[in-house]
C-alpha cells in the first residue's frame, strides 16, 4: 500500500537499547514500530502474527538465538526484510547469518543511519 508507514518488529534482550531503537525508528515518519521482542522466540511469533515489512534482530537472545530466528523467518516468510544486529565483530558469524538469510548485518555500533537507510527501502526490496 503506497504511503502507508513500512512496518517494524525490533528484538533485542537489552531493555535500553530496545527502548533507545524504537525512539529512534518511531522519529522516521515512515517507519513505525509496532512490537517488541525480548527474545527470539518472541520475534518470531510476533512476525507470523502481525506481519510487519521488517524485522530487526539482536543476534544474541534468549529461548531462540538470532541467527536461529532470522532463518525460521527468511523460510516462512520470504518477502519480509531482516536486518540482524550485533555486537559481534565477527565477519564469519557475519556471513553465516546472511547464509541464513539476513538482508543486512548491522554492528550496533555503527549501525543506525545504515539501518534507517536499510529499513526505509523495505518496501523495494
Known sequence: MEGAPITVVLADD????LASL???IDRQ???VVVATATNG???VELVDKLRPDAAVI???MPLLDGASAIAKLRKDHPSLCLIALTG?????LHRAV???GADAVLEKSAMVEALID???KARAA
Open 22 to 24: 524504537r525512539e529512534l
Open 58 to 60: 539482536d543476534l544474541h
Open 88 to 92: 559481534d565483530t565477527d565477519r564469519r
Open 118 to 120: 536499510r529499513l526505509t
Open 41 to 43: 522466540l518472541e520475534a
Open 29 to 31: 515518519p515512515e517507519l
Open 14 to 17: 537489552d531493555a535500553g537499547y
Open 98 to 100: 546472511a547464509q541464513a
